[in-house]
Antibody, heavy 125, light 107 residues
């Protein structure tokens, strides 16, 4: 079945680094754009980063720009998020999500149709 | 950035009730609006995309409407499994943004 499984979460000190992975299965990973979305404890959802299906374009939320890097390895069916200079406000559950790839009338929509189960990142001393 | 405002932030309803959640964008976003359901401790689930398209496998009691800046998610007859938090999300322009959520609780 179509599935995304995140890994790599944990506890890290402020200013530290952490790398997350998202393993995809059940679909042709290289055909889909992907996203990272996070959710701080007890809070709402925040989009973090996007990567095009072929890795040629990447976009980031202002809150993580310059500190986080999204990447993918389609030979391994894996999406990554490298997080540097971590802050307390980066504490959250991090979800990877597939982009549905819905386009209509020449316009393409960014829709999160498949989500992983999430991995918790805690930034604390 | 486009701000998404949901109302109400929470509501209490009974099984069988018709429930309506609204989402307003800070500027016109056409039909670039999606709805998600999230249950405690679980990942969000896509319900509606492009304002009114029902995602495959989602019960037909869920429907979405609207365009421009004002959108609505309607649950025609609330079921026990529908008690959850609902989020809208715009994809008209980056950064992609979500509403603050509407928690649907049991009356």
């Amino acid at each position: 079945q179509v599935q995304l499984v995140e890994s790599g979460g944990g506890v890290v000190q402020p200013g530290g680094s952490l790398g997350l992975s998202c393993s995809a299965s059940g679909f042709t990973f290289r055909d889909y754009a992907m996203h990272w979305v996070r959710q701080a404890p007890g809070k709402g959802l925040e989009w973090v980063a996007f990567i095009r299906y072929d890795g040629s374009n990447k976009y980031y939320a202002d809150s993580v720009k310059g500190r986080f890097t999204i990447s993918r390895d389609s030979s391994k069916n894996t999406l990554y998020l490298q997080m540097n200079s971590l802050r307390a406000e980066d504490t959250a559950v991090y979800y990877c999500a597939r982009d549905l790839g819905y386009c209509s009338g020449g316009n393409c929509h960014n829709v999160f149709d498949i989500w992983g189960q999430g991995t918790m990142v805690t930034v604390s001393s | 950035d486009i701000q998404m405002t949901q109302s109400p932030s929470s509501l209490s309803a009974s099984v069988g009730d018709r429930v309506t959640i609204t989402c307003r964008a800070s500027q016109s976003i056409g039909n670039f609006l999606n709805w998600y359901q999230q249950k405690p401790g679980k990942a969000p689930k896509l319900l509606i995309y492009a304002a009114s398209n029902l995602q495959s496998g989602v019960p037909s009691r869920f429907s979405g409407s609207g365009s421009g800046a004002d959108f609505t998610l309607t649950i025609s007859s609330l079921q026990p499994e529908d008690f959850a938090t609902y989020y809208c999300q715009q994809s008209n322009s980056a950064p992609l943004t979500f509403g603050g959520g509407t928690k649907v609780e049991i009356k």
